[in-house]
């Protein structure tokens, strides 16, 4: 599993800092993930098709856990609908990111 030392290596050498990084890795707020071309599954909110704060928002608020069964690894929400990547939980768990995040 890839966490906040793989997304600053990732976008650092593009030249972004960490609140750059918080804001880009926002654009999860649409979407979600296909099995067939990531390994991962499902949606990171409740209306992928809509352009809002929720992905901050469910990111703070949620109690994510490691969805049980599946590899690669991912969290679920309480509800088992929601999803989020390694690399997102670490935009939380990591206390240089994590500033940026609530804000």
């Given at each position: 599993a890839q966490g906040a030392a793989?997304?600053?290596?990732?976008f650092y050498?593009?030249?972004?800092?960490?609140?750059?990084?918080v804001a880009l890795s926002g654009a999860h707020t649409l979407g979600f993930c296909h099995?067939?071309?990531s390994g991962f599954e499902g949606?990171?909110?409740?209306n992928p098709?809509?352009?809002d704060n929720d992905y901050f928002k469910l990111l703070v608020d949620e109690?994510?856990?490691?969805?049980?069964d599946f590899e690669p690894l991912q969290f679920e929400d309480?509800?088992?609908t929601l999803m989020m990547l390694p690399t997102d939980i670490?935009?939380?768990?990591?206390?240089?990111?994590?500033?940026t995040v609530v804000e």
């Open positions: 793989h997304i600053r290596d990732v050498r593009m030249g972004f800092n960490d609140r750059e990084i099995t067939d071309r949606p990171w909110t409740e098709n809509t352009f109690r994510w856990t490691v969805r049980p309480s509800s088992r670490s935009l939380i768990t990591d206390p240089k990111f994590r500033p």
